[in-house]
């Protein structure tokens, strides 16, 4: 597509419940990140995926969280047992990978993100 | 460990004149400096970056950002602000032996008619 898709683009849902976040990636990107922006916050980085190689999962925050991408494409970010400080926006973003030129290379492209509540 | 910093909650400028936006960094290998901009309800977009050469980088909307080595900053600038500036300023860096990106903790921009 022409941009980072993701959904849904709300969800609220009841504590203690899992949910699903979805990211589709600008077609030809292989890096590809999960943030979370909590209410009036920074970025907080969780995970990102490059290629084939093993993911860097070194800012998820605890074991409900966790991240796949299947095919190297469309990437999945799954909260079990969602507590309330999990409600923030989360924000899928991709890039070109290694070797694509200082011109065009690197430069990280946001989706709109979703915004998950906990009740 | 790669780290940005962005001293500032919030900047207020009156409309016509110039603004800075602070951001310094600390990273192991050369950087690559960002900055991204986000306005109310909606996602990050990209203004600049630094990767490599000048280090006078010009970017969207009139804003640059001058790379300065010695003092690990990559600051913010515009000559004239409007009021559609108005908006959450992130400054991000990669090192560049890898991918994993780290965001500031961003800064609000007021700018006044």
């Known amino acids: 597509g022409a941009g980072v898709s993701q959904s849904p683009s709300n969800k609220v849902t009841e504590k203690g419940k899992d949910v699903e976040l979805r990211c589709d990636p600008i077609s030809g990107h292989t890096a590809l990140y999960w943030y979370r922006q909590s209410l009036g916050q920074g970025l907080e980085f969780l995970i990102y995926f490059q290629g084939n190689s093993a993911p860097d999962k070194s800012g998820l925050p605890s074991d409900r969280f966790s991240a796949e991408r299947t095919g190297g494409s469309v990437s999945t970010l799954t909260i079990q047992r969602t507590q309330q400080e999990d409600s923030a926006v989360y924000l899928c973003a991709s890039s070109l990978g290694p070797g694509t030129g200082e011109s065009s290379g690197n430069t990280i492209y946001f989706g709109e993100g979703s915004w998950l509540t906990v009740v | 460990a790669q780290s940005v910093a962005q001293p500032e909650d919030q900047v207020n400028v009156a409309e016509g004149n110039p603004l800075t936006v602070k951001c310094t960094y600390s990273?192991?290998?050369?950087?690559?400096l960002f900055w991204y901009v986000q306005y109310p309800n909606r996602g990050l977009q990209f203004l600049l970056k630094y990767i490599t050469g000048d280090n006078l980088v010009k970017g969207s909307y009139g804003f640059e950002a001058e790379f300065n080595k010695s003092q690990t900053s990559f600051h913010l600038k515009k000559p004239s602000a409007l009021v559609s500036d108005s908006a959450l300023y992130f400054c991000a860096v990669r090192d560049g032996r890898g991918f994993k990106t780290i965001f500031g903790a961003g800064t609000r921009l007021f700018v006044k008619a």
């Open positions: 990273v192991s290998g050369n950087p690559y």
